[in-house]
């Protein structure tokens, strides 16, 4: 067997996953250890206990990169640009955050052991409607208000990740790279404005 000290952390941890989604949240420790190639025991010296283990590998990311993303735009590019790339890093982000959640929930963990608050979700909706609302005071998209706008765009694509992954299906004739980039259409067509009020109106002159 593998000696444990050559195994890194990060090693543990994404064994750890692949094991619980693998075989479910109670996969035995021993399961998670032969496939590193090492006993039950070392891995316990290297975390406190299978509770802390299964935390430190589950828990998604607190600060993504799609929500740096959103907090430093919109910029001068398109908006059909800009959408594509929100929409391919959020998917990205669920595909991989609700097989998590969806593990420790089931493992028996406490809620409060994992979060704290509710501080992720709320940067999360925080991160979305800053970037409508500064896209709505440019002129960049056409919308009353940013609120609602947050939760269709984030509600489209968490709804259509979970589904995907609880029924291993989307129950549609659509891929799931075909309704990305229907919903990158989707939303441009609805938010475009008529006339991109950013760009100063050349008037053109009257035929005499």
């Known amino acids: 067997m593998a000696r444990p000290r050559l195994i890194s952390d990060e090693q543990i941890l994404a064994a750890t996953r692949d094991c619980v989604f693998e075989h479910g949240p109670h ?5 998670i250890a032969e496939k590193l190639g090492v006993t039950g025991p070392a891995l316990l010296r290297r975390f406190r206990n299978r ?5 430190r590998a589950l828990t998604p990311d607190r600060n993504p990169q799609w929500m740096e993303a959103f907090e430093q735009g919109p910029d001068e590019r398109p908006l059909e640009v800009q959408l ?3 929409v391919k890093r959020v998917w ?6 609700i097989p998590r959640i969806t593990a420790l929930r089931e493992s028996g963990i ?4 994992v ?18 609302d500064r896209a709505i005071e440019q002129g960049l998209i056409d919308a009353d208000e940013a609120e609602t706008l947050s939760y269709a765009f984030m509600g489209a694509l968490q709804y259509r990740a979970f589904i995907s992954y609880m029924v291993k299906s989307p129950n549609s004739a659509r891929s799931n790279r075909e309704f990305l980039d229907d919903i990158s259409r989707f939303f441009c067509r ?7 009020a950013r760009k100063p109106q050349v008037k053109r002159k009257r035929s005499a």
């Open 27 to 31: 996969v035995a420790l021993d399961v």
């Open 51 to 55: 509770e802390e283990l299964f935390i």
């Open 84 to 86: 594509r790339e929100h």
């Open 115 to 132: 979060f704290d608050n509710d501080e992720g979700p709320a940067r999360a909706f925080s991160s979305v409607k800053g970037w409508f």
């Open 92 to 97: 990205t982000f669920f595909e991989e955050v």
């Open 110 to 113: 406490e809620h409060k052991k």
């Open 190 to 196: 609805a938010l475009q404005p008529a006339v991109d």
